[in-house]
């Protein structure tokens, strides 16, 4: 028998950490929007109910979404983060071996030798996650990933099940399979959703009788696997150690378009600082540096213009310094007047392990100590050190985030009062 795995997310996590902090907005409909204060994308039950879609743009439903008490926030990442961590931890506490999939979800690996009765223990761990971060999770599990997914779409959507589904039994998973549109299996979605439902395959139940070798050839080997997994057959173990990333890229659309060369230089080496501290946390080097810029592609009153410039380092490096040391260069190849930027970004690639960098006999430059100083005072909470080349004033480039709340949980003036 397969080990049981348990997929365990949390309910309408962005809305879920706003209202965390403000109990004054239960029961009212909450939105979190997207950079500069955009699209949906997150929302309440309440929103949800009200018909919201994700993605559509804020203007087109703030009037009527407003005039029936919803309320909207922009995106407070650093306050997403840490409740997604201290979530995390509770569950590390909880399994042998937790694979984080998402910011708000994660796959366990569970033993009945240790966890006893899995309903039981999957109601503990709500139990316990609510108690010690305020949020609500639901459970599903499952003999394969695909099936724990699916057991948690059932968890959320009937209340009666009290947030944890077991489709370990095979009756009970045949019959959820026969009332679940095939399109809310993990990795169908709507697009392919609707060419399944050309051929006949509407429900999950129809899916796991289609004939394997016939979905591979039409639809590739992954659907394969996830008929497999249905099935109950494991494709895949849990991945307890992240893959290492082949490249990071830093970048954000504007909050006013940018026209000017300087103000284009700041955000990129704000963004090239942050790439290089992400790097030093992978415990990696890079060897290539790339920088690009656009305009809007969706504004028919101007012309459109984006490049890429992207050079090769001598030696793989994760200093700071030297990385913005190419910005300069890169930005003047690409820079083109005139125009009015919307975005703009930097992308390391070419990754080397830090303990494998060959030296170089000429190079004085690069001073691990100094990033490790840097990041150690970045990351303290108590301040930030910024190169010159970040500028002072960003003011013209920061994205809008116009209803930010507080950082509840990560900064000290902004913890909250009890009275």
Partial sequence: MPTPIALVDVNNFYASCERLFRPDLKGRPIVVLSNNDGCVVARSAEAKAMGIKMGVPYFKIRGEYEAKGGIWFSSN?????????????????MSPRVETYSIDEAFLELGETWAGNLIEYGLAIRAKVLQWTGLTVGVGIGPTRTLAKLANYAAKKWPQTGGVVDLRDETRR????????????????????ARFNQQGIQTVADLVSSDTKTMRARYGVVV?????????????????EPDAKQQIVCSRSFGERVTDRTTMYQALADYMARAGEKLRAEQRCCRTVSVFIRTSPFNGNEPYYGDQATTKLAVPTNDTRVL????????DMIWRDGYRYQKGGV??????PIENQQGDLF???????????????????LGKVRFASQGLDQHEWLMKRERLSPGYTTRWEDLPVAK
């Fill in 77 to 93: 990442y650093g306050l997403y983060g840490d409740m997604s961590h201290r979530v995390m931890t509770v569950l590390e506490s």
């Fill in 224 to 240: 394969e696997r996830t008929i497999q997994e249905l099935r109950g057959h494991p494709c895949a173990d849990l991945a307890i």
């Fill in 174 to 193: 045949a019959k959820l399979m026969t009332i679940t549109p095939v399109d809310e299996v993990w990795g169908v979605g709507r697009r392919l959703g």
């Fill in 324 to 331: 913005l040391h190419q910005i300069a260069h890169l930005l």
């Fill in 363 to 381: 190079d004085t430059g690069s001073n691990d100590r100094l990033m490790e100083v840097l990041d150690k005072i970045n990351n303290s909470g």
């Fill in 347 to 352: 992308m390391l690639g070419q990754f080397t």
